[in-house]
């Protein structure tokens, strides 16, 4: 007999003890019995009765549990039905080509030391990991998806999120850190050379869905109208990430998060070498290294397409600028359109929701580099000019600060200049 029965059996035997040493008093015993015995035998038969509900209430919830995850297709089952057969699924399951994510699975447990366990192999550990990004799957939807407990599918979660954080250092960099090469992009692009021949990359800030507590959810409440953390990222013109600054309240103005990754050392910011620079919009400040547009006039693509061409220097660079810039928000929008999880975060601590960037973003890469076939990619390739709407919108119009709207860096204004007047030849 187990321990759970023997603790019910236990409890029933009291009871009937009890009631048997009721019967065997006499009438003569009862006739002597007071009101106070009364009252207090009131209490005690309470107390039984509490007792025994606690210890079935117990035994019902701890002990005697009707078993849940106890289906047949267990997540070892579903993955290797996945990943052997039609080669779509994998593709809308995991957003990846099987190939890379059998690739990512070997790299991640050769290189970067992500084990298998007793119960769980590598391959359903990252399994779990991309589902829940690809998704935006919740822990319970994922239970039911792997039948593991939400313990289980907790602790594979985080496991495999530090294990691509560690990858995304090799990822997440430029390819040429010296800038000594003129990017493909432009080389190959008469629009851009010779006249944006030294531009290295773009810069841009964009907004990702925040779960925070209702106390601290105002600083996150920026121009999005619902909680978000602010993103920096620089991305090369093949539309990889080569820095990212994630974990800012979505308040923060991205003049402030572009003076925190520029100004601390340990962040490893990609500065321009000298005589290059990174494009940027106006709501950067254009100083030394970082050429942003003419104010004042048309910059926009759509603002192009939808009125007359572009009239005078000014908007003739505007519109070579945005157009080369734009290379950044069709990334943002790929590596949006990927992970689902982007648009809505789970109840995961601040601390990984920050992490949750950097590892999408590091995949984003990682695919981009290893899929030839990747079918999202492919769509934006086919469609340089096309630039995706943001999932998460302006609901208020963005204030420039007094200090963006001067032009504190000479060198770039000439810099500018020179290249509005070479694009009018």
Known sequence: MNYSSLLLNISCLLISYLVILLDMNDMDTQDH???????????????????????????????????CMTSYQTGHRWMQEILSMNAN????????EKETFFQLSRDLENIYELKPSRRMSVIEKVGIFVFILAQGASNRHAQERFQHSGE?????????LRSVCSFAKELIKPDDPEFKKIASHILNDQRYMPHFKDCIGAI?????????????????????????????????????????LAGWEGTAHDTRI????????????????????????????????????????RYHLPDFRRGQAPEGYQEIF?????????????????????WKILAYMPQYSFRS????????????NYIRLSSIKDTIFHEVDMHPEFVPRDIFPDRRPQILEQSQKSDRASEMNIIRNQIAHSLMM
Request: charged residues 20%; glycine residues 4%; hydrophobic residues 40%.
């Open 33 to 67: 019995i007071t009101d106070e015995m009364i009252d207090d035998t009131d209490e005690f038969w309470d107390l039984i009765v509490c007792t025994t509900a606690a210890i079935t209430e117990y035994y019902c919830t701890f002990i005697h549990k009707v078993p």
């Open 89 to 96: 699924r994998c593709k809308i399951m995991f957003r990846m």
């Open 152 to 160: 289980t599918i907790s602790r594979v979660f985080h496991e495999v």
């Open 204 to 244: 841009d800030g964009t907004h990702v869905h925040a779960c925070v507590p209702v106390n601290d959810q105002v600083r996150f409440i920026g121009r999005k109208n619902l909680p978000t953390q602010n993103v920096m990222a620089v991305c090369s013109f093949d539309m990889r990430f080569t820095f990212v």
């Open 258 to 297: 572009f003076n925190a990754a520029v100004n601390t050392p340990h962040l490893n910011f990609p500065s321009p070498p000298q005589n290059k620079y990174y494009l940027v919009d106006a709501g950067y400040p254009q100083t030394l290294g970082y050429l942003g547009p003419y104010k004042g006039v």
């Open 318 to 338: 505007n519109k070579a600028h945005s157009s080369l810039r734009s290379c950044i928000e069709r990334t943002f929008g790929v590596w949006k359109k990927r």
């Open 353 to 364: 929701q920050r992490d949750i960037v950097v590892a999408s973003m590091a995949l984003h």
